[in-house]
């Protein structure tokens, strides 16, 4: 016997809730939750750095003892508050960080935010111009080795790949300078320019602090000449620790998507190898490199820190070292600090681009 079930209608005007999909949120959703991880990350490493810096006293007395009378020494500790319980030190801090006030240096006694204006837009400069490097060298690379995967160039990229990013950047650079500059003396061997470049470059109006920006904007095509010749070993051998990634990382992938059922199709119906590969495997092959180029990010400032030594790039690294040698931790603090916010927002926007491209990362 069937039982009939009656099913109420629905009330006139009323419509329907519709169901939700499991997946739920979307791109707002998404943006702003990565967002709000900004803060407690970026919480954690300021909060790691200052109680690492105080491990070995105040900064005060790890810079200047020995060299100041005690109490001159005492006196300036006390001036500086660094004779109050650490935790006090601490919150402290947090309400200057939130002001923008990251201190003065001990050494010099300029203020930390002046430091870092100063130097930061060196090392973007140079942070650009590897990225620049190691998106022109690992992606095309990286498709030549797909396209011809476990022939010849294939296993002579694959060992060029491992080359890059097994090389110590400070080793690469030495190498590079003894070449081109020493041996064959086609580029500088050090700094961002030459003397009469840094002065042209410093008597320009509202400077960027970019050379090559300020070169194109000021119409100084001699001066941007110079500049690109100082840049190009210091972006190569950064860059290359990055491009070696990129190279592996486009290989893989190409040689995934040309498996794919809607490359087969394409084949099938005679659209060549080479429309296959750069309209059909390309694109897919980039989201991956988007993905984890904030994680490169973070391993180019750890390099720049390097490079910027062995080229005397005045830029953030190279100050830290200075100041490291020095042992003004206060300068040390704020640099890394700086380091960690940069790290922190672009793996946020990052994360968005990447969102943007693949849908699938929303969820």
């Known amino acids: 016997m069937t039982t009939l079930i009656e099913v109420p209608e629905a009330e006139p005007g009323i419509v329907a809730p519709k169901s939700k999909s499991k997946g739920g949120g979307g791109l707002g959703r998404y943006i702003v939750v990565r967002f709000f991880l900004i803060i407690p990350t970026v919480f954690i490493l300021v909060t790691l750095v200052f109680f690492l810096m105080r491990v070995i006293g105040d900064p005060i007395t790890a810079s200047q003892g020995g060299r100041l009378p005690p109490d001159v020494l005492a006196q300036r500790i006390q001036e500086a508050g660094y004779d109050r319980p650490v935790l006090v030190q601490y919150f402290e801090y947090l309400g200057q960080l939130i002001t923008g006030n990251f201190g003065s240096t001990i050494t010099d006694r300029r203020p930390v935010v002046e430091v870092l204006t100063t130097f930061g837009a060196?090392?973007?400069?140079?942070?650009?111009?590897?990225?620049?490097?190691?998106?022109?060298?690992?992606?095309?690379?990286?498709?030549?080795?797909?396209?011809?995967?476990?022939?010849?160039?294939?296993?002579?990229?694959?060992?060029?790949?491992?080359?890059?990013?097994?090389?110590?950047?400070?080793?690469?650079?030495?190498?590079?300078?003894?070449?081109?500059?020493?041996?064959?003396?086609?580029?500088?061997?050090?700094?961002?320019?030459?003397?009469?470049?840094?002065?042209?470059?410093?008597?320009l109006a509202a400077p960027s602090g970019i050379y090559w920006l300020d070169a194109l904007r000021s119409g100084n095509f001699a001066a941007l000449g110079d500049i690109v010749a100082h840049a190009v070993l210091p972006a190569v051998a950064l860059g290359l620790l990055t491009a070696g990634v990129f190279l592996r990382l486009v290989r893989t992938n190409v040689i995934g998507t040309l498996g794919k059922d809607y490359v087969e199709a394409g084949r099938s119906r005679g659209v060549s190898e080479f429309r296959l590969l750069t309209k059909h495997a390309y694109k897919p092959a980039l989201i991956p490199i988007i993905t984890v180029m904030g994680l490169q990010i973070a391993l180019m400032l750890g390099g720049a820190i390097l490079t910027e030594t062995t080229f005397e790039w005045k830029g953030l690294g190279y100050q830290l070292v200075q100041y490291l040698n020095a042992r003004d931790f206060v300068a040390v603090q704020g640099i890394v600090v700086l380091l960690a916010i940069i790290v922190a927002v672009t793996n946020f926007v990052v994360d968005i681009i990447a969102a943007l491209i693949d849908p699938r990362v929303r969820y």
């Open 122 to 203: 060196a090392t973007l400069e140079l942070s650009i111009n590897a990225l620049i490097v190691a998106l022109a060298v690992g992606i095309p690379f990286g498709l030549i080795a797909a396209q011809h995967r476990d022939k010849t160039p294939d296993a002579f990229l694959r060992f060029f790949a491992i080359l890059c990013y097994a090389t110590p950047v400070f080793f690469s650079g030495l190498l590079l300078k003894l070449t081109f500059s020493v041996w064959l003396g086609w580029f500088p061997v050090a700094g961002r320019a030459s003397t009469r470049t840094e002065l042209t470059m410093s008597g």
